[in-house]
């Protein structure tokens, strides 16, 4: 029975890379729709077409160049590594909670790699967690029969209270959380439960303020520019999910 975790996660990596490189290929005009963290200003801003074409040129180099294969093959590796983990050192929970926490993180990590590259956070990339955590359900309910009612209500619960506090942190500082974001924190909080989420997000706000703090203080980012929330988020989940087993 506890070979199954490796299986999915290893079967979710497959999956996640295939949408990432789909993501990648898709022509840049859907960011908005995505959930793109707009720069403040961007809107009114000329991008010259000199500064347009580089940019396109660039980015050719980087697929050339095989950096999003190196960083799928790492984060695959990292992610079985953390399935191995959890079939040795977390072998006591519940079969459904790790193939929840394992399939969080086989879903979401190319969400650190595109909102990094293009300030954004995919909908397939969402769309597929959702589809994996609905698939779960009859297999919890045929395992665990009514027993499941704890968890489904404990994951609600955490998906709608770390979205309403996505929104009202959005509504005091305009701009500080994308719509991208918000989606992945309700798939976060799906799969989480409460036992899960907060450690995840607190975690992940701790490595946000840091980086933060380096870009200003390195002057990469000016206070104008927009800093993606998605790595950390994803790094934070990994920790977090890693270090305590929820």
Known sequence: MIFIIPIVTAVLCLLSTAVMFLELDRPKDIAEADGAAIP????????????DDAAILEEADNHKS????????????????ISAMFCTLYKDNNIFTSLKRMGLLAI????????????????????????????????????????MRYDLLSEGIAAI????????????????????DMKLFFLMGLLLGLDGIWGAVF????ISFFVSIFLLATKRKSRKDAIPFGPALVIGTFLSVALTGM
């Open 66 to 81: 095989g950096r999003p294969a190196v960083y799928c093959i790492l984060m695959i590796c990292i992610t079985m590594a």
């Open 161 to 180: 209270a770390i979205l309403v506090a996505a929104i009202l942190c959005t509504v005091c500082m305009r701009g500080s959380i994308g719509v991208g």
């Open 203 to 206: 975690l992940a706000l701790i």
């Open 108 to 147: 979401i990590w190319p969400v650190a790699y595109i909102d990094f590259k293009e300030y954004r956070i995919p909908n397939r990339i969402i769309g597929l967690g959702v589809l994996y955590r609905l698939l779960l359900i009859p297999c919890e309910l045929l395992v665990e029969g009514t027993a």
């Open 40 to 51: 403040k200003g961007a809107d009114d801003a000329v991008i010259p077409k000199e500064a």
